[in-house]
């Protein structure tokens, strides 16, 4: 879930839900309690996990660097929360989709770095936060031909939402990209050990499942993982 300072709630907007229980999936909404045992009691449960996005910034001091000037709010309960079910959910292998956020604290998971602020860091990058409407796609993807992406995209382009300030700097250990903006931008991570489903995008598929083919077959494919993992777990 996400953490709303202002109110103490917890929360998630209802479209990852959605996304999930459409495509066969039982959602259940983990609350950002970071502590072990909690942890371990969820996942060790689950088929899958989807790390959502999220409305702050992974603290830059988790990987190395000191804030930025434009670095958005800091949620601790979300930073360590997701971090501790990353821990758990590698060691079980379990299907991972990690969306925006999601993949950037995965990334950071992994002992990568993230670039604070785009605007500011990266010259001649294309906009990335669109606003509304949230569900439009607004820019192009490049997609690596020998990708779960690519196939799951039916070829090496694709057309995406954007609604992100930063992104993935240095890839962390085990991955590799599969998706690039023109601008260069990583958009999208895999997983490099053999056999494993784990998808990091940096858009929002849960936006646009009902009428996107890529949204679509990303949450069909996570789900048909997730089976497969319930199968022999």
């Known amino acids: ?30 609350p950002l309690i970071p502590d072990t045992a909690v942890i371990e009691a969820f996942v060790s449960r689950l088929d899958g996990v989807l790390l959502p996005g999220s409305a702050s910034d992974v603290d830059p001091l988790r990987y190395g660097r000191e804030p930025h000037a434009r670095l958005g709010t800091v949620h601790p309960l979300k930073d360590e929360t997701d971090l501790l079910v990353l821990e758990e959910l590698e060691g079980r ?13 995965w990334n950071v998971h992994r002992g990568g770095s993230l670039v604070q602020d785009i605007n500011s860091e990266v010259p001649g990058a294309i906009k990335h936060e669109q606003g509304a409407p949230r569900e439009r796609g607004s820019h192009r993807l490049r997609i690596n031909p020998e990708s779960l992406l690519a196939r799951l995209a039916g070829g090496e382009e694709g057309l995406v939402n ?35 489903w784990a998808l990091g995008v940096q858009w929002h598929p849960e936006l646009g499942w009902e009428s996107d083919r890529l949204s679509g077959a990303i949450f069909d494919s996570f789900l048909k993982a997730a089976r497969a993992h319930a199968s022999v777990r």
């Open 1 to 30: 879930m996400r953490h709303e300072l202002e109110t103490e709630r917890f929360y998630l907007a209802r479209q990852y839900g959605e996304a999930v229980a459409n495509a066969g999936g039982a959602p259940v909404h983990l």
């Open 93 to 105: 292998r379990l299907p991972l989709l990690a969306i925006c956020f999601g993949m950037q604290v």
């Open 162 to 196: 954007s609604h992100h300030h930063q992104a993935l700097e240095k890839l962390g250990e085990g991955l590799k990209a599969s998706a690039w903006s023109s601008d260069g931008l990583i958009e999208a991570i895999e997983d490099t050990r053999e056999g494993r």
